[in-house]
Structures are given as structure tokens and as C-alpha cells.
């Protein structure tokens, strides 16, 4: 619904009572700050009671102010300019510790990701990582990191495994055109999305290869193409997008993949090693 969320509440103005019209109005207005206040709070500004915006919620068709709250957030997040963003994130975090309250933000965003988290789907995914033909990583501006990342540490073991550069649509296409239906595509996309990593997986689902997606929520525009959805909680920390939660379901992934191909990961450790003790790779400290 969240897509299509302030359309929705244009569409329904006619049949809103006055005092829920008020609450329509201001969250059409200002629906990057509504979508951080709470039911009361939202209520005092416009004029009416809490139970009013309660209300407001289920005739939308919501079981409560929560969870349209976090439909308007996960909107919102997806169309907030940059400037905007730094405006909103401002007034949540307010003074002080900044870097205690970014952290212990970051913490939380981990413990929510665990207790939602698929675990079917987790397996899966790395059950089709140890079997594909071909893996390839894709990721967009700021999750292009987390692509790089994933490539660095599964290439240690596996030479089937292809980051996709992205600097254009059609270098992309480029590089992606030999998917197969034996091959994985591991694409990742938190907001704003891009509309390149849309076209991938929405290419890749086409030709019939397995799309595992790391996104934020079951309403992201790649979701809908994934055969494992794997959700990473991330909220905006000023003008940027925190991504500890889905840098750690990386973690666990390339954890989990080696566990299932340990003797293949520790033939080629074995190798690595003796390549950067040869080509002196490492700096070591002196005996």
C-alpha cells in the first residue's frame, strides 16, 4: 500500500471525517515529519485526539497508528531528497552524543533484523550460492560497497563469482546477458532505489536464474523478483542510508557459505597464502 500511500489518502478525502480531513491534509503537507510523530503528538498539532488519528489509521485500513506509521516511513524513504533528508534526520536525532546515539541506533537496527529476518530464506540463498553455475553481485551507489565487499571475500574460494559494474544501464546488460537459469544473481538494494538494479533483477527473473535480493522491506521494487527476500532493517542517518544491518546478513552469508565448501575455502586459503608470503603482501612485524 505504501507506494501509493498519500494517492490513497487523497483518494479517500471525501469520505474522511473533519477532524480526520486535518490529519490527511498535514500528513499530504508535511509527510516527511508525520511520519516520525507519534499518534499524540500528530493529534495535538492538527487539532484533534489521539484516538482521532487512531481511527484515522483503520480507515485506512491499517490494524493501528504502527504500522502506518512505518508504511509512511518505508514511503517516504524512497522519495526524500537529500537536503530533506539531513531536515528530518536533524530532528530526530536532535544535540548531543552523536556518535553514542548513532551506535546504539545502529544496534538496535541488527536486533530488529534478526527477530524478523526469513531463516528459510537465509539457508536457501546460501544453498544456492554453493551450487550456481555463476554468481553475479550487483549493487548501486551506496550498496555498491556491499557488493564489492561480498565479491571480495566469495572470490577468495569460488572463480564463478562476477561483480556487475553499473556506471551505465547498458554496460550492465553488457555484463549480465549470459544469465542462465543455472546461475544466481545476488543483487542488493536499499533506498533510494535504483532503477538499474530494478532492470537487473527484473531481467535476471526473466531469463530464469535464482535472484536472492538484500533490501530493506517485503515492499521494495526488487522483492517482488526475489526467489529469497532478505530483509536488513536501515534507516535514514542524515543524508545517508545506516547499513550495518545488511552489511551483517553479508557476514553471515559468506560465514555460512564457507562452513557448506570448507574444504574447497581451505584448499584455496592454502594457496592464497602461499602466493602473499611469495609476492610479500602483507606487511608482518618484525621477530
Known sequence: MQSNLLMTIKGRMPTFSKGQKLIANYIIEH??????????KLGSLVGVSES???RFANELGFEGYPEFQRSLQEFIRSMLT????????NDLIGDGDMLEKVL???????????????????????KKLTTAKNIYIIGVRSSSALAVFLNFNLRMAFSNVHLVQTTSRSEMFEQIMHLKNDDVMFAISFPRYSKRIINAVEYAKEVGADVIALTDSKSSPIAAYADQLLCAESDMVSYVDSLVAPLSIINAIIVAVARERQELFSEQLKKLETIWEEYDVYKKDDI
Open 82 to 89: 537529500s537536503v530533506q533528508r539531513i531536515e528530518v534526520t
Open 52 to 54: 482521532t488519528v487512531v
Open 104 to 126: 546504539l541506533s545502529d544496534a538496535e537496527k541488527i536486533r530488529h533484523t534478526l527477530e524478523n529476518i526469513d531463516r528459510k530464506s537465509f539457508a536457501e540463498a546460501v
Open 31 to 40: 509527510y516527511e515529519k508525520a511520519a516520525y510523530m507519534t499518534a499524540s
